[in-house]
């Protein structure tokens, strides 16, 4: 099963796919103001584009576990693009220190330090929710 993975951000999202057994997590070019019309029709087109069955979004709790303003962006932005993708499973994850985990793989030249932070932290995202489901 082929999944992407968005990590949300109202200015950028990273972006990471699986390859087709679910074991690696690949970061792609993020998408610029996934909100707008010309953003979420990128988001859709590759959801298209890589038959992803399923999406995970980055779920930006705050460290006790709290929703914040972020986080309820992002449930927001969630429910429209598993209105948009029609039949394709839109799930939220915990993303918390996805984007640490990301900043040090660009400081340490770890997990492809050229991609984007944003798509690195999606990385990350997609394969802890791999590590945590797809094998059950």
């Known amino acids: 099963m082929r999944v992407l993975a968005l990590d ?6 990273g972006v990471a796919v699986s390859d087709p057994s679910g074991v690696l997590a690949t970061p792609l070019e993020p998408v610029l ?3 707008g019309r010309r953003g979420m029709g990128e988001i859709l087109a590759r959801v298209r584009e890589v038959q992803a069955e399923r999406v995970i979004v980055g779920l930006p709790l705050s460290l006790s576990g709290g929703d914040t303003d972020q986080t309820r962006e992002a449930r ?5 693009l ?3 993708l029609d039949g394709v499973q839109v ?13 040090r793989d660009g400081e ?7 991609a ?13 929710w791999l ?6």
Do not use: M, N
């Open 91 to 103: 799930e939220l994850y915990d993303e918390r220190f996805t984007t640490r985990l990301a900043q």
């Open 8 to 13: 949300y951000g109202s200015a950028r999202c």
């Open 76 to 80: 927001a932005f969630a429910a429209v």
């Open 108 to 114: 340490s030249g770890g997990r492809s330090p050229r």
């Open 33 to 35: 103001k996934p909100r």
């Open 131 to 136: 590590d945590r489901y797809a094998s059950a």
């Open 82 to 84: 598993e209105r948009r």
């Open 116 to 128: 984007s932070e944003d798509s690195r932290a999606a990385a990350h995202l997609l394969s802890s």
